[in-house]
Antibody, heavy 125, light 111 residues
């Protein structure tokens, strides 16, 4: 079945770096856009980043722009989030999410999130 | 860009209908029909309930419906059931550089 499994979370000091990974299975990873979404303790969902199916378009939330980098390796079915200059407010569960539409669908279908991972926790302290 | 605005909480009795609103701007909800809604039970993965303002993915109950008027999108749950108690988030594509934004979230309580 379709599955997304994140890893790489942990405790890091302010100003530090961390790289999250998301292993995808059960679907043709290279055909789908992916997102990173986070949820801080007791807070709502916050969209973090988007990457197109081929990696050619990337977008970021203002809160992480210039500090986080999203990438993907379609040969390894893996999504990444490189996080630098981490701040206390980056503390959250980070979840990778699959876009609904495939590469042949209208672009806006990539912005409907149909499969969510279980998340990996990042604590900046 | 700021999050889309949702009421913090909405409640209703079993069998009733409730509506959750989601207010944005001309640059997101008002400018595009790319609104989606997510149901989130704490401890579980969020679930896509509505996309494209009013379309339901396969397997989602027809008790859930979506609409939009101007800069405000709405999710209506009819025939409210205990299992509907959860947090609900709207989301929208946006013309701003960030490209996407979620709503602030609404806790739906079944009385």
């Amino acid at each position: 079945q379709v599955q997304l499994v994140e890893s790489g979370g942990g405790v890091v000091q302010p100003g530090g770096s961390l790289r999250l990974s998301c292993a995808a299975s059960g679907f043709t990873f290279s055909s789908y856009a992916m997102h990173w979404v986070r949820q801080a303790p007791g807070k709502g969902l916050e969209w973090v980043a988007f990457i197109r199916y081929d990696g050619n378009n990337k977008y970021y939330a203002d809160s992480v722009k210039g500090r986080f980098t999203v990438s993907r390796d379609n040969s390894k079915n893996t999504l990444y989030l490189q996080m630098q200059s981490l701040r206390a407010e980056d503390t959250a569960a980070y979840v990778c999410v699959k876009g609904l539409g495939a590469d042949r669908d209208p672009f806006y279908y990539s912005y409907y999130m149909d499969v969510w991972g279980t998340g990996t926790t990042v604590t900046v302290s | 860009q700021s999050a889309l605005t949702q009421p913090a909480s909405v409640s209703g009795s079993p069998g009733q209908s409730i509506t959750v609103s989601c207010t944005g701007t001309n640059g997101d909800i008002g400018g595009y029909n790319y609104v989606s809604w997510y149901q989130h039970h704490p401890g579980r993965a969020p679930k896509l309930m509505i996309y494209g303002v009013s379309d339901r993915p396969s397997g989602v109950s027809d008790r859930f419906s979506g609409s939009k008027s101007g800069n405000t999108a709405s999710l209506t749950i009819s025939g409210l059931q205990a299992e509907d108690e959860a947090d609900y988030y709207c989301g929208s594509f946006t013309a701003y550089s960030t490209n996407y934004v979620f709503g602030t979230g609404t806790k739906v309580t079944v009385l």
